[in-house]
């Protein structure tokens, strides 16, 4: 059998693996040791932990001081709900307030937004009018092509009075006596005064007015009787 250095070699291989074995051991023993500590030392902090949280939340569990909390809370949520539901009753209004108005405007848009127009046809109202009233009546009845120029302008007169009517434009036809009204009438001049009873009151009518769905779109021009 081989030897080194006077020993077999057999004894030295099972002295190296005693040897190895020794280490391994030692190396686990350790390990196992240090993790032993590791969790001791967790579970102590986690008992430490445990210990003074229970104690914290036990000062502060004083039942009458719960209560005046949850009662000052339920205060301030009294307070914001009312004050919530103010702001959002304002809104509210507000927004119909808005709505009544945009309705309003649409309305006042649709019916007078040929206002303007309508004032340039009074202008042709007019003239149509001065002409059927500037012609004598014995000169219609001798000259036949007058007569029946004249009956054209009065029917072209009659009709666009109709079409004033159908898109709500109205003439202001004042009387003599009538009331003097500003709203539509517009004095020019004043005569005297017959009747005491009569004064400040229609004596004659200049010009017709117009008014459009209620809206005065031109005074009637008229004189009145001298106070």
């Known amino acids: 059998m081989a030897t080194v250095g006077g020993m077999c070699v057999r004894t030295v291989t099972s002295i190296s693996r005693c040897l ?7 190396a ?3 390990g196992l040791q240090h993790r032993q500590l590791c969790t001791t030392n967790s579970d102590t902090k986690s008992n430490k932990e445990g ?3 229970p104690d914290a939340e036990n000062t502060n569990d004083d039942p009458q001081k719960v209560i005046e909390n949850l009662k000052a809370d339920g205060e301030k949520l009294k307070t914001e709900a009312k004050d919530f539901k103010d702001k959002y009753m304002r809104a509210l209004a507000e927004t119909e307030n808005v709505r009544q108005r945009m309705t309003k405007q649409v309305s006042d848009v649709r019916l007078f937004g040929i206002q303007g127009f309508c004032k340039d046809l009074l202008e042709v109202a007019d003239i149509l009018q001065q002409a059927t009233q500037s012609v004598p009546e014995k000169e219609l009845q001798e000259n036949k092509h007058l007569r029946d120029l004249y009956d054209g302008l009065v029917m072209t007169e009659a009709q666009l009075q109709k079409v004033f009517l159908k898109h709500g434009l109205e003439q202001i036809i004042p009387q003599k006596g009538d009331k003097f009204d500003p709203h539509f009438h517009e004095a020019l001049f004043q005569v005297p005064a017959e009747d005491p009873s009569m004064a400040s009151n229609v004596a004659t009518v200049e010009k017709l007015g117009y008014k459009l769905h209620e809206r005065t779109l031109r005074p009637a021009l ?6």
């Open 51 to 53: 210990t003074e949280k």
């Open 20 to 26: 190895r074995q020794s280490i391994h051991q030692r």
């Open 222 to 227: 008229v004189g009145v009787f001298k106070s």
């Open 28 to 30: 686990t023993w350790n």
